[in-house]
């Protein structure tokens, strides 16, 4: 699950940006290149913790789990390399979902008031970060909150986005050959994906509460 996904979800359980952002916040230093601090208490600290068990839940959902092989065999079949056609999968499926929530007022609204709570260098501060990584986080959140939150992405922008995703991973990245396949899967698998969110969303939260509770 992407940041964005991680925002909605944990926006079911708490209400506190400083929680939604710390559920975020994991996914923010893998995309900046470092390891984010654990802090032990606060909601910044519960929502890090959240993040972790938000992704368990997610990846050993059965329901994402099929997306996943589905979509694997169905860009393999338009010709796309095998490694390339599993991450683009697990990526896409990621991202197509995003999408769909982000067609909520509420999830936006979300995941917007946690990005300006990022912009508070006290919370980085608590956060025990160094000084350089927490100015490149703020930074992000700066930038991201900027940019806002598009629906609808088209399909050309999901494959820009899983361009940029992979193109470090040589085995994996997308070739110019694969662009059009994987193209042509985004425009005929969104729809899939779409009719599955909201059980999928269901099922998730049902899962993190048993999870939680146990």
């Given at each position: 699950?992407?940041?964005?996904g991680?925002?909605t ?6 209400s506190?940006?400083v929680?939604?952002l ?7 230093c ?5 390891r984010p ?7 910044l ?6 993040h972790h ?8 959902l059965e ?6 092989r589905?979509?694997?065999?169905d860009l ?5 390399r095998?490694g ?10 990621e ?6 929530l982000?067609?909520s007022d509420?999830a936006?609204a979300t995941?917007l ?8 260098p006290e919370l980085v501060l ?10 490149r986080l ?6 991201l909150?900027?940019r806002?939150?598009?629906k609808?992405?088209?399909?050309s922008?999901?494959v820009?986005?899983l361009?940029?995703?992979l193109?470090s991973r040589?085995r ?7 662009v ?8 005929l698998?969104r729809?899939?994906?779409v ?13 993190i ?5 146990a």
């Amino acid at each position: 699950m992407n940041f964005f996904g991680h925002a909605t979800i944990a926006g079911r359980f708490e209400s506190d940006p400083v929680f939604v952002l710390g559920a975020m916040l994991p996914d923010f230093c893998t995309m900046l290149g470092f390891r984010p601090p654990e802090p032990a208490s606060g909601q910044l600290g519960a929502g890090v913790r959240f993040h972790h068990v938000t992704d368990h839940a997610f990846h050993d959902l059965e329901r994402f789990q099929r997306l996943n092989r589905d979509a694997a065999a169905d860009l393999t079949a338009r010709g796309v390399r095998r490694g390339t056609a599993r991450a683009v999968a697990h990526v896409g499926v990621e991202l197509l979902l995003d999408a769909e929530l982000a067609e909520s007022d509420a999830a936006r609204a979300t995941y917007l008031s946690a990005l300006t709570v990022g912009h508070d260098p006290e919370l980085v501060l608590r956060a025990s970060f160094a000084g350089a990584e927490g100015e490149r986080l703020g930074q992000l959140t700066r930038t991201l909150t900027g940019r806002g939150v598009a629906k609808r992405p088209s399909g050309s922008s999901v494959v820009e986005r899983l361009e940029r995703a992979l193109a470090s991973r040589p085995r994996l990245a997308i070739t110019s050959e694969d662009v059009p396949r994987v193209g042509e899967w985004v425009e005929l698998f969104r729809s899939r994906v779409v009719a599955s969110a909201p059980t999928l969303v269901r099922e998730l939260v049902l899962d993190i509460e048993e999870r939680l509770a146990a």
